[in-house]
């Protein structure tokens, strides 16, 4: 019995062995045999296997010729009680009146399977496959009740017959499930199943068949997203290479200048401290934007009586300022009117790619409230974004007028005490009129100009940190010699730090306007 038992083990193992080679060889060696092998089949049964090496008393498969059949073996124990059954594998049946009976052969098989044509690999543990080690006494026990419903090397295909519950062994959990991956996507067997679990490693599951959506917004999200240009400058441009950081931080503040608002949108710069820098703020702004957005923009000098920015903008095809234009008012309201109506009474611009209109240059005209509104809506007609510069005086009307159409407020300063001073006191002032002010406030952006010599260290430590904590941003504009000229403003002229410090400048300012669009009302 103990030989029986054992010689049972064994081959469950060589069935393991054989089960895993068959599934990681292209072609199986029980399909099709080696054409070179010419040995006969009974010869090679005759050989001996590698633990009959081991074991000269004793054979596997037959007894040795000089020991008798009922010699225990030399490895056995004597043992006083005789030793309890082995447990029945589930796939086999035993004759019990026939020591010399086949230990394969089901019962409910008619005929015997051809199982030594069909295992001569199993058989030879120590033949002519040179990647399989000899099977010696330390080798584990692949055999015996762990297999879970198959034969000796037979698959599902070849009409084993299943596991039942409580003969030989657990049934495979999972289903056949757990044991896809097989080659060419055969499902394993279940002795296979015992050693690969999760399917032979590298190879997944067939995936389930995903749902088309053939809605036009999951196509285009679907579309691939397209490749990013090469530099524009640098090395990297002569390199065909993609851009720095810099390059592309320019570039993302470029595209949010650029933003396409869902109507005209007004941006009001205002300081009450004269020479602080707002009117080249503003016309920074200007081109910055225009350039960014191609055109669409135009500069407004609000101030109720004279302002300077006549003096700091070419004059290209028009002397007009807003006082022709409001004598212009019944023409230029029609519904038949143009923009090239209108820009006969405005200064274009041709590097910053905007247009200028300037304030009176007399004293007998001064433009008060109503003149302001009718000015605003013509040019919200006509333009996308309006940059409007005020006047010094917080309680003309006009002024007042302008920060209730801002959407975005633009505080410019210098690091002095008395531009600084006029600045807060505006702040404080605002924050007294309402909601709508406290807004804008919490929405302005600080522009810092500095010309020669106007920088107080002591003013920057102390109110750097107020202006940022009141306002939305603080850019810093570098000192320009062609802005300090205090001529008309070129900004092919200017220097690239300046132009790179107006493009953040707009694109902070951009940002706030679309959080003043989104912000309910």
Known sequence: MTDSHNSGQHKDREAAAAEVRRMWQPTPSWTQPDPNDTEPAEEKDEQPDALSEDFQGDSWSTPAADQPVDQPAPWAQPQTTPPPAPPTPSWTQPVADSAAASWTQPEEYDEEPDVEAHSTDAADPAGDNPDRAPAGPNSPVFGG?????????????????????????????????RGQGGQGGQPLSPAAQHFFPQGIPGQQPPQPPQNLSFRTDDLIQALPLPREAPAERGVRSMLKLRPGSSERSERIARATAATAFRRPVTIVVANPKGGSGKTPTTLLLSGALGQARGGGVVAWDNNELRGNMHLRTHDTNSRSTVTDMLQAMPMLTQPDARLGDVAAYLRHQVSGQYDVLTSATTTYAQIEANDFDLIHRLLSRFYKVLVIDTGNNEGSSNWREAMKAADALVIPIKWKSLSCAAAVQMLEELDNQGPEAQRLIRRAVIAVSNGPGDVNKEVEKQLRPYFESRAAAVVDIPTDMHIAAEGPLDHSALQPATRRAALELAARVSEQVTIALNAPR
């Open 145 to 177: 009740s762990s297999f879970h419903g198959s034969g000796a090397g037979f698959g599902p295909e070849q009409g084993a017959a299943p596991a039942q519950p409580g003969q030989g062994g657990q049934p495979a959990q999972g289903g056949p499930q």
